[in-house]
């Protein structure tokens, strides 16, 4: 039995609530392994923050996050995008109070001191009380790295570790996969945010989104009433595979099911004749032939760790806020000048997510539920074999499996392991 | 209780109803719409909608461009009946059990009349309880409303929560 009255701050030995194929709910509620995952994933490693064309023009910001904390994600007076904290140096006030906008300056509201959207400090208010002091070293706190890969913005709070390419590892192809079904090869994601609050860890949310085991159950209810077929894609016959890319990414890849259908735009429950401007804006982009094959394979369904889900038409960005609260972030994927797309793109993901949504609305209903259940002590460990003997490698050497097999959560836990393990450097 | 009481206007045109007349049938129809949203008659609330009826939860902003921006729930006819009949399954999870619910409506104000249409400006405060716990919701809503066969009936119902620019959690009762 674990004690958890002696055991130091800090000193959570992970090898004993991880194993290969069971976990121990505590590490969905206890505050204390919370706190440990903000230093050791959350402040340390790659996380998804933001898309450039969110902050289109010179001068625009949008409030973004990293974990709990409030990001600015800036395109600067030089065109540069930053990722600027939202605290001022002085006194530690909350410099910009607004969600987005359009401006070269931040002034903070307590004393006046004003700042560059680079981050530097521009002025003291009354300088007189400042004479001789240095403006240098006084500027905004900044994320140390940023890293940006085909438009998605990544930053780490760590000043070294792996690139973002690296952590990205074979992930990186499902960002090239959703890119590709733009005909400019460029998104457009600005059709703003719904901010789904959701009474869980965010654990659960991870592992649930490519856990092919669960919609056959928890959205029956609109397969059965839009008489969806999507319900085969999880079932016995299904030939969708779950994947783990390694480094906690992990996917559920239904591009052997589109490809025996065989037919151009399935993927989107459509066809090439209802979306003329999208398809020949894709013939003319790629060539007809890689043009069917993109509209054939559709768009990826992968879940890059730990907050970046593309659950191809949609994408999700989780942010936990406590060890019990979490939100889920989600907007349509939009695709640079192409209306026709976008428009049905954006109509299918209000019907499908956020907090009315047909499926999104049921999932967080899990989500809160296994938090409570978590809670509860007895069983302590979660079971997680579902597949085991039927995984195999792929032709890269990526664990793969049937899409209702548990590989993905498995990977993900491995991963976790590794990051909860690490010394500081 | 009794479905809508019949709204007898001369020539039926809304114009020619005493204002007092027109606000208090305005009020009936609001309030019976309520009660069948409170009590789940889900058949009974799918009933009032017109042919080219919408409800529309706006998120980030009272305002907010439907046809451009992320709403939090933007149906049209055909969608209201499928949110309808997934609610009827019994596998709606997050209203398995079901919400206990009860909304006051309010600060009822009569906006333009047309002979047969009137749009309406209400504010509704709703408490809801269910297994995650107690959450009220609050907001500022506009209807257009119909006259057919002497009841009203619903062509849009607008939903602008107050605080739909911060994370919210699930809304999955009628709004
Ligand atoms: S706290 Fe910002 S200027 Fe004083
Ligand atoms: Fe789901």
């Known amino acids: ?425 | 209780m009794t479905a809508q009481i019949a709204i007898a206007t001369a020539d039926n045109d809304l114009r020619a109803l005493d204002p007092v007349a027109l606000h208090h049938n305005v009020a009936q129809f609001l309030f019976h719409e309520a009660r069948l949203a409170d009590s789940h008659d889900y058949d009974g609330w799918d009933a009032l909608w017109e042919e080219d009826g919408i409800y529309w939860v706006p998120a980030n902003g009272m305002d907010t461009d439907p046809e451009t921006q992320m709403s939090v729930l933007y149906d049209n006819r055909s969608r209201i009946h499928v949110r309808i009949e997934q609610l009827k399954t019994g596998r709606r999870h997050t209203q398995t059990p079901r919400s206990e619910l009860a909304r006051l409506i309010s600060n009822i104000e009569i906006g333009e009349v047309a002979a047969a249409e009137v749009t309406v400006f209400a504010n509704s405060m709703i408490y809801e309880d269910n297994l995650r716990g107690e959450t009220v919701w609050a907001a500022r809503n506009e209807y257009r409303l119909r006259l057919v066969n002497g009841n009203f009936r619903l062509v849009r119902k607008k939903i602008a929560l107050v605080n739909n620019g911060k994370p919210m959690f699930t809304l999955s009762f009628l709004v």
């Open chain 1, 1 to 425: 039995m674990l004690n958890t009255e002696t055991r130091p701050a800090g000193k959570v030995d992970y090898s004993a609530l991880i194993e290969p194929t069971r976990i121990n709910s505590r590490l969905y509620t206890d505050p204390d392994i919370f706190q440990e995952e903000m230093e050791k994933i959350w402040y340390r490693s790659w996380v998804y923050v933001g898309h450039v064309s969110e902050v289109p023009n010179r001068n625009d910001y949008v409030t973004k996050s990293i974990g709990p904390t409030p990001v600015l994600l800036v395109r600067d007076r030089n065109d540069e995008i930053r990722l600027l904290l939202n605290k001022c140096p002085h006194r530690g006030n909350q410099l910009c109070a607004y969600r987005q906008g359009n401006r070269a300056t931040f002034t903070c509201p307590y004393h006046s001191w004003t700042f560059s959207n680079t981050g530097d400090l521009m002025g003291y208010a009354l300088a007189d009380g400042y004479e001789g002091a240095s403006k240098t070293g006084v500027g905004l706190g900044k994320v140390p790295r940023i890293a940006i890969y085909r438009g998605f913005v990544f930053g780490s709070f760590a000043e070294t570790g792996p690139t973002l390419e690296e952590h990205l590892g074979g992930a990186k192809a499902a960002l090239d996969q959703l890119c590709d079904n733009a005909p400019t090869g460029e998104l457009d994601l600005r059709a703003g945010f719904l901010q789904h609050r959701t009474k869980a860890n965010w654990k659960f949310m991870v592992e649930n989104e490519t856990d092919g085991y669960h919609p056959g159950f928890v959205h029956g209810s609109i397969f059965q009433v839009t008489k969806s077929g999507i319900a085969n894609l999880y079932g016995k016959d299904s030939i969708a595979l779950t994947r783990d890319y390694g480094n906690g990414h992990t996917e559920f890849d239904l591009r052997p099911e589109w490809r025996r259908i065989d037919k151009p735009l399935n993927w989107f429950g459509t066809t090439a004749d209802r979306l003329p401007d999208y398809v020949a804006a894709m013939n003319a982009a790629y060539g007809p032939d890689r043009a069917r094959q993109i509209m054939i394979d559709g768009s990826p369904h992968t879940m890059i760790f730990p907050n970046l889900f593309i659950a191809e038409i949609q994408m999700f960005v989780i942010q936990p806020i406590s060890v019990d609260e979490s939100i889920q972030h989600v907007t349509a994927v939009q695709f640079k000048d192409a209306p026709d797309i976008n428009r049905r793109l954006r109509q299918q993901t209000m019907g499908s997510v956020g907090p009315a949504g047909f499926l999104l609305a049921d999932d967080t209903e899990m989500y809160e539920r296994n938090h409570r259940g978590a809670r509860i002590r007895d069983p302590e460990w979660l079971v997680l074999t579902r597949g085991l003997h039927r995984e195999r490698k792929d032709e890269n050497g990526y664990t793969i499996a049937h899409s209702t097999d548990e590989v993905p959560q498995r990977g993900i836990w491995r991963h976790y392991l590794s990051l909860m393990q690490e010394q500081p450097a």
